[in-house]
């Protein structure tokens, strides 16, 4: 390449890092709402949900303990320290493969206490029931509550019922709100990620989302797949006892480990680098996600987690979650870097890189 | 308005002649098949889009092209390798 | 997965990027244009042009049917969803794209029923089992998808199912290329095919791109090594002097097309005398309508559809990017004004669009990753 080439190219590399450099000014400005409805993407874990929290509920409710924005708050009462999360539950189907909603609504409560390093001990359970609703189906709802609650080691202690007329509340909704022991000195928190750091998965992701897409049986697609909800307390309890260097535990749930992936980099100011060969995605969920256009990273799961821990103990990390059978097919999949901050990269496959960014709303099935 | 992807036959309706099922890995699904020219046969490769086969992927077409890619990829590992041997000297 | 994973080997890939590398002229920069938007998917989800040599680039023509789609037409399958009874039936392509008052999400917010289906059966069958609703289905996409709307119509008419129409938005890709050829401030080296529409239409139609306009013409797959290869072989038509059509998706695309899809579409839908497409303008014979024969499946007549023009914004810049003359950072509002949440024109309403696969995927400073790489 001739001088005059090279310095045309690097004239259109500085101009187009301008434009770069403005469009990072505009995302890190305050969020807005636009819309004047609430829209499906509001609920999806996207960007659009992310607006919501931060425009309209952070700027209401804002204190120190809800800035975090962490999967639960952390208290200190003198000489307790607790952990209080909240989740609800609209999945439909009720009923699907590898469980059921009142799984979900235990599993994804006790999930949330145990990311933040805590011990999870009492849930609450409050039911909103259709008119019309089989009381079969909501005592089988409950007594998979029940058994999940038994595996996880937790207890319901209070709750709530109520019945809307039919047509609202799509059979039944339920929300928990759990309290764990926190008795880990320091706080785990993704704003503390670091260059240096090792980012692992413990296990193959996507499995839920594809499964309940599937169950709603719209999409006229077989697989073998099931749910991979469950309650991960016993797995991180493991984890942190072998390894203190942890920084952060997340719990991929709505918006799958892209969403995280953001998560960290924005909340820490850094960048996470994944490495697309590590990420391990079953191949039933490779080709279901394929038949849809839809990429795994940003779909669901409902008991997977994602560590950042430092560097120079990720060995011992993975190793400590392969010893779990929930962990055993954990990897390694990337890094924090210092540069370029608050993105996500993947190396693909293929060798090349590009960004992964959040979704505004759910994953839609491409077909183009 | 391209998302097509591949998917091998393993049933073809036996009720319903213009439908199939293809397995795209371990994912199964039915399809329509009205637009083939000829009916495919399980074991056969085809272009899926929207609920419709549109096209039967031609096995030997596709070994040409990875022959073309594999020999890309040898005479480039033997310039590779030439290139390497030659600093040693 | 098979025919796959067998194209999307990274040492290959090497192997051919060296190859191109190798057939450029010192000094010369390439422009090479796809009209696909699953070729623009493909281009940046893998990071191929990690792959090109600088001198080549790559510029994403007007591919993407969904963001193509004017406005006033998205308002239109609005007023449609809004009629009583009617249940709208849509690809998850088509429900961001806005109208001038919202998207189909935004819509369905106001109390439309607007639900994706992943195919146009799908929508049949809802119009099946759920007689007392009237199902449309907003049918969209390039020839590639035509054939099955136009399938899906026979088959309700052979079923006789009275419940069920199409609002037909499909476009057609020559129109569109020709548009671009004619445009004066373009200056393209050669076209990479549309490899799936090429299933349907054949190879034969491209051949006034070699003739008319001495630029060589791929037909090209959609995997990277398919992309690559077939930039490969456009380069040596370059340097050899040719201007031809070549097949380079040929395990899939015949040389003469898909006669029973071109056959479907010739006895459900014509071409539109014209259309107007978002960025572009109007083009002639560009589109597509329901024929008189299948009236009773057409949308467009059982509704009476306001068809209002809503101009695009003036500060839309689309016109130029799809032509390839701006990049999309070039462009005075990307990334401020416009962006995935809040697209203002086409190239940034659907995935495949050049602005928001860039956004999306490509929008970081290569020399900074190599720089933090390195560290």
Redo the contacts between chains.
């Keep these: 390449m001739n001088d005059a080439t090279s310095a045309a190219m690097s004239t259109r590399d500085s101009r187009e890092q301008l434009v770069l450099d403005r469009i990072d000014r505009v995302r890190r400005a305050r969020p807005r709402v636009r819309e004047e409805r609430i829209t499906l993407a509001h609920g999806s874990g996207g960007k659009a949900t992310q607006t919501l929290v931060e425009a309209i509920f952070l700027d209401a409710f804002r204190n120190p303990l809800l800035e975090p924005l962490e999967d639960a708050a952390q208290l200190d009462l003198g000489s307790t320290r607790l952990a209080l999360t909240t989740d609800s539950f609209v999945v439909s189907p009720l009923f699907f493969p590898g469980g059921t909603i009142g799984d979900l609504a235990v599993n994804g409560t006790v999930n949330d206490l145990a990311v933040s390093g805590a011990t999870p001990k009492y849930l609450t359970a409050g039911f909103i029931l259709e008119e019309g609703f089989p009381v079969a189906d909501l005592t089988r709802v409950v007594q998979s509550m029940r058994a999940a609650a038994r595996v996880a080691g937790v207890e319901v202690v209070t709750g709530d019922t109520k019945v809307v007329q039919r047509g609202k509340a799509d059979g039944c909704y339920i929300n928990t709100a759990g309290v764990g022991v926190l008795n880990r000195p320091g706080q785990l928190g993704v704003a503390t990620a670091r260059a240096g750091d090792a980012v692992l998965v413990s296990g193959p992701i996507g499995e839920h989302g594809i499964t309940i897409m599937l169950a709603r049986g719209e999409l006229d697609i077989d697989a073998d797949l099931v749910s991979d909800t469950a309650p991960v307390n016993d797995l991180v309890a493991g984890l942190l006892a072998a390894v203190p260097g942890v920084r952060a535990l997340r719990d991929a749930t709505r918006g799958g480990v892209a969403t995280i992936l953001n998560e960290i980099a924005r909340a820490a100011d850094v960048a996470v680098v994944v490495d697309e060969d590590a990420i391990p995605v079953r191949d039933e969920v490779r080709g279901a996600a394929e038949l849809l256009g839809i990429d795994p990273l940003y779909v669901a799961c409902e008991g997977r987690i994602v560590v950042v821990v430092d560097g120079a103990e990720a060995d011992a990390a993975l190793a400590a979650l392969r010893s779990h059978p929930l962990g055993a097919q954990a990897a390694m999949i990337g890094r924090v870097k210092a540069d370029p901050p608050g993105l996500v990269l993947l190396n693909t496959t293929f060798g090349g890189t590009r960004i992964v960014d959040l979704l505004v709303g759910d994953p839609l099935p491409r077909i183009c | ?8 036959i393993v049933e073809v309706g036996a009720d319903r002649p213009d439908i199939a099922k293809v397995v ?7 399809v ?1 098949i ?4 000829e009916p495919p046969v399980a074991g056969d ?1 085809v ?6 086969a ?2 039967k ?3 030997a ?2 070994k ?3 022959d ?3 020999e ?2 040898q ?3 033997d ?1 590779v390798a030439a290139l390497r041997d030659s600093r040693i000297e | 997965m098979r025919f796959v994973d067998e194209y999307r080997d990274a040492d290959k890939a090497r192997a051919l990027s060296a190859k191109i590398t190798a057939l450029c002229e010192p000094g010369r920069e390439y422009k090479f244009m796809e009209v696909c938007g699953g070729h623009t998917h493909t281009i940046y989800k893998h990071g191929l042009e990690d792959y090109l040599p600088e001198q080549i680039t790559l510029v994403h023509g007007p591919g993407c049917p969904v963001c193509v789609i004017p406005m006033g037409r998205v308002d239109d399958a609005i007023h449609i969803a809004r009629q009583p009874g009617v249940l709208m039936t849509s690809f998850g392509d088509m429900m961001r794209v806005p109208g001038s008052g919202g998207n189909f999400f935004d819509s369905n917010a106001e109390g439309t029923n607007i639900r994706m289906v992943y195919s146009p059966l799908d929508a049949l069958a809802i119009a099946r089992h759920n007689p007392e609703q009237q199902v449309v289905f907003m049918a969209i996409g390039f020839e590639t998808t035509a054939p099955s709307t136009a399938m899906t119509v026979l088959r309700a008419a052979a079923e006789g199912i009275g419940n069920f129409s199409i609002f037909c938005n499909h476009v057609t890709i020559i129109p569109a290329i020709r548009a671009i050829l004619d445009s004066p401030d373009l200056r393209l080296d050669g076209f990479l095919g549309p490899g799936h529409v090429s299933t349907v239409i054949g190879c034969r139609p491209y051949e006034f791109i070699a003739q008319e306009y001495g630029k060589p013409v791929v037909v090209a797959g959609f995997e990277p090594l398919d992309i690559l290869q077939s930039i490969y072989l456009l380069m040596l038509q370059l340097v050899q002097g040719r201007a031809e059509v070549e097949n380079q998706y040929s395990r899939v695309v015949p040389w003469q097309g898909n006669l029973a899809a071109l056959r479907a579409i010739g006895e459900v839908l014509e071409l539109r005398p014209y259309f107007e497409w978002r960025g572009l303008g109007f083009i002639s014979h560009s589109a597509l309508r329901v024929v008189d024969d299948y009236a009773a499946f057409d949308a467009e007549r059982r509704f009476a559809v306001p068809g209002v023009r809503v101009a695009d914004p003036k500060s839309c810049q689309c016109g130029e990017v799809l032509k390839g003359v701006l990049k999309p950072w070039e462009c005075k509002v990307f990334g401020t004004a416009c962006t995935p949440e809040t697209p203002i024109g086409t190239c940034m309403v659907s995935p495949e669009g050049a602005c928001a696969a860039y956004y999306n995927f490509g929008r970081f400073s290569r020399q900074r990753v190599r720089e933090a790489s390195a560290g």
Excluded: Q, T
């Design positions: 308005m391209c998302l097509a992807i591949p998917g091998e795209v890995s371990g994912v199964k699904r039915s329509n009205g637009l083939l020219s490769w272009l899926i889009h929207v609920g419709f549109l096209s992927i031609d096995e077409e596709a040409a092209v990875l073309f890619l594999e890309i990829g005479s480039y590992e310039e």
